[in-house]
Nanobody
Framework: QVQLVESGGGLVQTGGSLRLSCAAS????????MGWFRQAPGKERVLVAA????????YYVDSVKGRFTISRDSAKNSVDLQMNSLNPEDTAIYYC?????????????????????WGPGTQVTVSS
């Protein structure tokens, strides 16, 4: 299975932007649906965005629609999350995740237990 490593986190002011990247090792990247989760202190891990194997279908949680964009590059074995108009409520550890069973339209997609492969996470802090 793939191994995932995130990068691009940091500290940004309200209204600013960050771009997170997730590098995947292994030859089977194209067989995985990819996702970005986030977890704030004391809160549950939440699926923020997901992208299909082809990149043609995406999922976004309501709170980030219109602000975040997920994309993937099969040539580079990577998936990015462009985050714009950030606010303090976006502060969290962001995790890249991968799974092969569910499509972006599937029930259960947002359940962390549905995703067997995880990166170590990257911290995003948005100051007010």
């Amino acid at each position: 299975q793939v191994q995932l490593v995130e990068s691009g986190g940091g500290l940004v002011q309200t209204g600013g932007s960050l771009r997170l990247s997730c590098a995947a090792s292994g030859r089977t990247f194209s067989s995985y649906v990819m996702g970005w989760f986030r977890q704030a202190p004391g809160k549950e891990r939440v699926l923020v965005a997901a992208i299909s194997r082809s990149g043609g279908n995406t999922y976004y949680v309501d709170s980030v629609k219109g602000r975040f964009t997920i994309s993937r590059d099969s040539a580079k074995n990577s998936v990015d999350l462009q985050m714009n108009s950030l606010n303090p409520e976006d502060t969290a550890i962001y995790y890249c995740a991968a799974q092969t069973r569910l499509s972006t339209a599937s029930t259960g997609l947002s359940t962390p237990e549905s995703w067997p492969v995880w990166g170590p996470g990257t911290q995003v802090t948005v100051s007010s």
